[in-house]
């Protein structure tokens, strides 16, 4: 991402943060929980780091099925609305994962932030290294579409118009990742009157 595209995407997150969970995509999205955890492992003393955490969509339903959730976004404005939620096992950080991370984690989910990230391989490769032996992954994101999802695609820092999760799955074998697998999980009704399909893949580390 230049410098120009990450600062427009900066600052929509600044504009996005106070209404984002009750946008009428964010409110269908509440739904994913309950369709992804229960093809995870999760247990009382994991620790899980979500990627790209945003407002904590994901991380608040899952701090209440495991240890810990450090919830990593580089938005500081969206890690502000997960704090005021005041959930006692979810610890922001706001950071770049290509800078590096100091533990390792049971499991790495990461849910419509894939998109925002220009070097899909690095990324996939820093998930490896900071997950530990046998760690979850669990990626959700868009298939391939047109563009048309985000609409104001360089104002939003949208970087893929979605994925081929195929081709997902080959980068995430290349980076060391194995038992891979991925199918259709969701689909975003859009007030453009089209449906997105969205889809899961799952590794170990």
Known sequence: MTDTSQAL???HFVR??????HSPIS????AL???VFSLLTLTADQHWLDFGAGTGAISAP???QVKRVTALDTSAAMLEQLTAKNIANISALEHD?????????DGVISSMALHHVADIPRLLKCMQQCLKENGQLALIDLYSED???HGDNQGKGVLHFGFDPQELLEEAAKAGFKNLSYREIFSIAH???RTYPMFLLLAQA
């Open 33 to 35: 929980p309950d369709k």
């Open 97 to 105: 994962i290509f800078c590096g991370l100091n533990q390792t984690y």
């Open 27 to 30: 409110q269908q999205l509440a």
């Open 191 to 193: 007030k453009n009157g």
């Open 62 to 64: 899952l701090a209440a």
């Open 9 to 11: 995407a900066q600052a």
């Open 16 to 21: 996005a943060a106070q209404r984002f969970e």
């Open 147 to 149: 563009g048309s999802f």
